[in-house]
């Protein structure tokens, strides 16, 4: 059996909640290097990553408990997410590190009914360890050897 999205649990710190639709999306703004405007190599750019979550009341009911005990919504601490999947014949782990959630679209209401109300929840990668693919590191060793958090 091949994955689906079906087949992924996420883990936002130490709480599993069950998406409706996920997303993790990376901006790597490295370059070619040119000479008279010829390529002749590469240059590191930033990077940066986020994503959205999708969830809907029960699972929205979890995050806003772990807010609650923070404070406020903007009072939790960064955490990490874990996107996890795994079938007999393929395995995914994606690993972002140091999320800050933000809340967007909070309330979309059809009277109409005939679908569950969702929760849109953007989040921003926010740690130099910045985002782990299958255990591999999307950034070499030296990217992050001298930044102090």
Not at 23 to 49: F, H, K, M, R, Y
């Amino acid at each position: 059996m091949r994955l689906s999205g079906m087949n992924f649990n996420v883990n936002l710190g130490d709480i599993m909640v069950q998406v409706d639709t996920a997303s993790l999306a990376i901006t790597d703004n490295s370059a070619v290097s040119q000479t008279s405007g010829v390529p002749d190599g590469s240059v590191d750019g930033d990077v940066s990553a986020s994503g959205e979550l999708s969830v809907n009341a029960s699972n929205f009911a979890l995050i806003s408990d772990a807010a609650k005990s923070a404070g406020s919504w903007r009072g939790m601490e960064p955490f990490d997410i874990m996107f996890y999947a795994k079938t007999s014949q393929d395995e995914m782990k994606v690993e972002a590190f140091g999320c800050r959630i933000k809340l967007s679209d909070i309330l979309d209401i059809d009277k109409k009914g005939g679908s569950a109300s969702l929760f849109k929840i953007p989040f921003d990668v926010t740690d130099p360890d910045f985002v782990n693919i299958n255990g591999v590191p999307y950034l070499r060793p030296d990217e992050i050897e001298n930044i102090v958090q």
